[in-house]
């Protein structure tokens, strides 16, 4: 199939959001005022696909077996502005693939205020949803497979939680920055802490707190009578 078909086919294809615009030049660098992320256009001379990102017109190339977009290319909507329908045939082989060579590799955010605290619910930077694996699963390291090494020490966790705003502007963050809550009737602990396979810490879903790596006994903490740690206190204790 002719490269030039396969142009005309991406150009059917490229959604038209809300702001897009596709145009057809001999020369792309003759359309005024081009829009960063926004503006396509189609250089009849080359019979290639462009965008422009801010600085120049880059080159948008397309495949059979897929399609690879070089250059910042924004797209705009309502409902889903996006949808991949795809399926990763191994671990190695994902649905979507985001590489970064620096900085961020993705970069998900919602600032919209709804207007009240239960419409608010719904504006979610990211959902992890999996019905029998990991929701969420963060790995550090090199990418599995591919044989890298650390060049130096990683002083970073895996996971990291925080909160940033500019202003809190006299309101405040009122909820934890880390909740876990299970709406299920599981028997699942709610929390481990392991490494190597032992189990130094786990929450069960009843609340129960057990230190498995202390003592030879079971490792459930268990609380002590009134005043068994002093007035006003109680003791907890861990089997020997």
């Known amino acids: 199939m002719s490269r030039r078909l396969w142009i005309v086919i991406a150009i059917l ?6 702001g897009a615009q596709i145009l057809m030049r001999s020369d ?19 019979s290639v696909l462009k965008v422009w990102n801010g600085a120049s017109w880059q080159t948008i190339s397309f495949s059979p077996s897929g399609a690879t977009f070089t250059g910042n290319l924004a797209l705009s909507g309502l409902g889903s502005g996006i949808v991949v329908n795809a ?10 693939v985001g590489q970064s060579t620096g900085f961020y590799g993705g970069l998900f955010f919602n600032v919209t205020d709804l207007g009240a605290d239960v419409a608010n619910a719904a504006a979610v930077g990211v959902v992890g949803q999996s019905a029998y694996a990991n929701a969420v699963y963060a790995q550090q390291g090199a990418i599995s497979g591919t044989g890298s090494t650390l060049a130096r020490d990683n002083i970073y966790p895996s996971l ?18 880390f909740r876990i809550d299970d709406t299920t009737t599981s028997s699942g602990a709610l929390m481990d802490i392991k490494r190597g396979g032992t189990t130094f810490f786990s929450f069960s879903n009843a609340g129960v707190l057990t230190l498995s790596a202390y003592g030879g006994g079971s490792g459930v903490v268990t609380v002590g009578a009134a005043d068994s740690g002093g007035a006003g206190f109680r003791l907890l204790r861990v089997p020997n």
């Open 28 to 46: 792309c660098t003759a359309i005024s005022s081009p829009v960063t992320g926004q503006s396509v256009c189609f250089d009849s001379t080359n």
């Open 13 to 18: 294809i490229i959604p038209v959001c809300a």
């Open 87 to 96: 399926l990763g045939s191994s671990t190695t082989t994902p649905a979507i």
């Open 160 to 177: 990291y939680a925080t909160r940033v705003i500019g202003s809190l502007n006299g309101h405040n963050f009122t909820a934890p920055v």
